[in-house]
């Protein structure tokens, strides 16, 4: 009997199991897998997973959706958060940021309104017109994620809010509509820098999209600035594009009181927009889309 280790039966001096060993899996999305865990940490999914994902995903853009409808002039940002309970109470799913990491963060989702660049705190300032306002909705359906935010315009806003708020967009769209096979992860803050730049609109480097779906936040990091992330997309992959553009400075700082609200170090517009997207064999699929 001719052990794995043994020379090839061909001639070649290989190893058997180097060279004309038996394949033993029907293609080679596990050994594919296998190595992205190992070299990069990130969690392909299998066809199985991704179906719970998508329905996760489903509902998140439905609850923001819902929430969206709701952010108008007189609202508060506590009376979102309250519809948000009620939502996920409503559809047997758990909202994913309440009591998230440290300090635990408060809210069920993240309200951020015109200078917020995010992790915005629900309260009791009601809306007025002029706002630009981010929120960020993530479910856990059956253990598996879906995260994704919008903007809403309360009533008529400035023409700075509407050109952060419209590049935000098309940023986000440019960079989920290069993802293919072999695109590389860096190609993603191409995109949105090269768009963000054009409109006079500076992009936030201080926070990341992410890989999601079994976690809130898995590998790998999703950079919206020129970056050296070289890893090629393949089938399976679940991230966030969800870049933070601004009107003026690219920085911002987190509030001391909470540990969490990031606000723009100059007190000018950001928005932000977010999509879950899983890479498919011929491109991308939008996961949260209603
Ligand atoms: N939903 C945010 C994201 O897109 C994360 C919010 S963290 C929280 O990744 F704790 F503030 F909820
Ligand atoms: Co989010
Ligand atoms: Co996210």
């Given at each position: 009997m001719?052990?794995?280790?043994?020379?090839?039966?061909?001639?070649?001096?290989?190893?058997?199991?180097?060279?004309?060993?038996?394949?033993?899996?029907?293609?080679?999305?596990?050994?594919?897998?296998?190595?992205?865990?190992?070299?990069?940490?990130?969690?392909?999914?299998?066809?199985?997973?991704?179906?719970?994902?998508?329905?996760?995903?489903?509902?998140?853009?439905?609850?923001?959706?819902?929430?969206?409808?709701?952010?108008?002039?007189?609202?508060?940002?506590?009376?979102i958060?309250?519809?948000?309970?009620?939502?996920?109470?409503?559809?047997?799913?758990?909202?994913?940021?309440?009591?998230?990491?440290?300090?635990?963060?408060?809210?069920?989702?993240?309200?951020?309104?015109?200078?917020?660049?995010?992790?915005?705190?629900?309260?009791?300032t009601?809306?007025?017109?002029?706002?630009?306002?981010?929120?960020?909705?993530?479910?856990?359906?059956?253990?598996?994620?879906g995260?994704?935010?919008?903007?809403?315009?309360?009533?008529?806003?400035?023409e700075?809010?509407?050109?952060?708020?419209?590049?935000?967009?098309?940023?986000?769209?440019?960079?989920?509509?290069?993802?293919?096979?072999?695109?590389?992860?860096?190609?993603?803050?191409?995109?949105?820098?090269?768009?963000?730049?054009?409109?006079?609109?500076?992009?936030?480097?201080?926070?990341?999209?992410?890989?999601?779906?079994?976690k809130?936040?898995?590998?790998?990091?999703?950079?919206?600035?020129?970056?050296?992330?070289?890893?090629?997309?393949?089938?399976?992959?679940?991230?966030?594009?969800?870049?933070?553009?601004?009107?003026?400075?690219?920085?911002?700082?987190?509030?001391?009181?909470?540990?969490?609200?990031?606000?723009?170090?100059?007190?000018?517009?950001?928005?932000?927009?977010e999509?879950?997207i899983?890479?498919?064999?011929?491109?991308?699929?939008?996961?949260?889309?209603?």
């Amino acid at each position: 009997m001719i052990s794995r280790n043994d020379p090839c039966w061909c001639g070649s001096q290989k190893k058997w199991k180097k060279c004309h060993f038996p394949k033993t899996t029907p293609d080679d999305f596990s050994s594919i897998s296998k190595s992205y865990l190992k070299k990069y940490g990130i969690i392909l999914k299998t066809p199985s997973q991704i179906e719970k994902i998508r329905k996760a995903c489903k509902l998140a853009a439905s609850i923001c959706k819902t929430l969206c409808e709701a952010a108008k002039e007189g609202v508060t940002t506590k009376q979102i958060d309250q519809m948000s309970i009620d939502l996920h109470k409503k559809a047997n799913a758990i909202p994913a940021p309440y009591h998230y990491g440290t300090p635990p963060f408060p809210g069920t989702v993240c309200t951020s309104v015109n200078d917020v660049i995010c992790h915005g705190i629900p309260n009791d300032t009601p809306l007025k017109k002029g706002d630009i306002i981010n929120i960020d909705v993530t479910s856990i359906l059956d253990g598996y994620y879906g995260d994704t935010s919008k903007m809403v315009c309360v009533g008529l806003v400035s023409e700075e809010a509407t050109r952060v708020v419209e590049t935000s967009y098309i940023c986000m769209m440019n960079a989920i509509e290069r993802c293919k096979p072999g695109v590389l992860l860096s190609e993603i803050g191409d995109a949105i820098e090269e768009h963000a730049h054009k409109n006079n609109c500076s992009v936030v480097n201080q926070f990341v999209g992410h890989g999601v779906g079994v976690k809130f936040h898995e590998p790998p990091q999703v950079l919206f600035t020129k970056n050296n992330m070289k890893i090629p997309l393949v089938p399976g992959m679940t991230i966030t594009i969800e870049p933070m553009i601004n009107i003026g400075s690219q920085k911002g700082y987190i509030e001391e009181e909470n540990g969490w609200v990031a606000r723009t170090i100059d007190h000018k517009l950001s928005s932000q927009w977010e999509h879950t997207i899983l890479i498919t064999e011929n491109g991308y699929e939008i996961l949260t889309q209603v």
